[in-house]
């Protein structure tokens, strides 16, 4: 963003020969995820009331004009985010307003395939989403978990009907945030005002908190 307006122009640069690509996206969001090639990425677009509100799928080498739509946000209210599980198999779709929240997610290695929809949103709910193994773990307020909480779902069929619990609610331990490492599940916390980071085995469940 050389303006200020934060409108953000994307290029690209191969880091091998340390030279710039023609490859240039104009008025972004700034937000990326490549696909699992490094052939491709997805980018956001910002409509003209600065709305972060459509994704688009670019391959290199090609002009922006070409760039095919993967997905739109109707919902004026409604703003757009991109990022990928730390698996790197799911690119993420968030779209949120202020109390609420929904996620799409696209394999990473199959980036024309149709966004597959987490579940559908619900006034005043949230969750964000996470992956490991064939399990998606989700990090919600869903079912009066006013901290949050973390529940579980195939990855095959990840609709709310198919939620098991994880990391039970706790009146006054607030669930802010959640990682996915090859063994262990991580989530932040805040509990009496003081955060910690709680590590937990998937293989056992048993975890320790720094």
């Known amino acids: 963003d050389e303006s200020g307006a934060e409108y953000f122009t994307l290029r690209v640069r191969d880091l091998a020969e340390g030279r710039d690509l023609d490859d240039t996206v104009e008025a972004t969001s700034g937000d990326t995820a490549w696909t699992a090639d490094g052939e ?12 972060p509100s459509k994704v688009f799928l670019h391959r290199l080498g090609t002009p922006s ?14 703003f757009v985010g991109l990022g990928k599980t730390l698996s790197g198999r ?23 395939s149709p966004p597959r929809l987490v579940a559908p949103r619900v006034t005043a709910e949230e969750y964000d989403v996470e992956h490991g193994g064939d ?21 095959a069929a990840p609709g709310r009907e198919n939620w098991q619990p994880w990391v039970d609610h706790v009146a006054g331990r607030l669930i802010l945030s959640q990682s996915l490492l090859a063994h262990h599940h991580v989530r932040l916390e805040r509990v009496e005002g003081l955060p ?15």
């Open 135 to 155: 399990r998606l773990f989700i990090l919600t307020n869903h079912g009066g978990a006013e901290d949050f909480r973390v529940v579980t779902a195939p990855v």
């Open 196 to 210: 910690r980071i709680v590590v937990r085995r998937l293989a056992d469940g048993d975890e320790h908190a720094i």
């Open 90 to 112: 799911f690119v993420v779709i968030s779209v949120h307003d202020h109390q609420t929240s929904e996620v799409h997610l696209i394999e990473a290695a199959d980036p024309t």
């Open 40 to 51: 491709a990425f997805f980018y956001i677009r910002v409509d003209d009331a600065h709305r």
């Open 65 to 78: 004009s070409e760039d095919s739509l993967v997905y739109e946000e109707t919902d004026p209210g409604f």
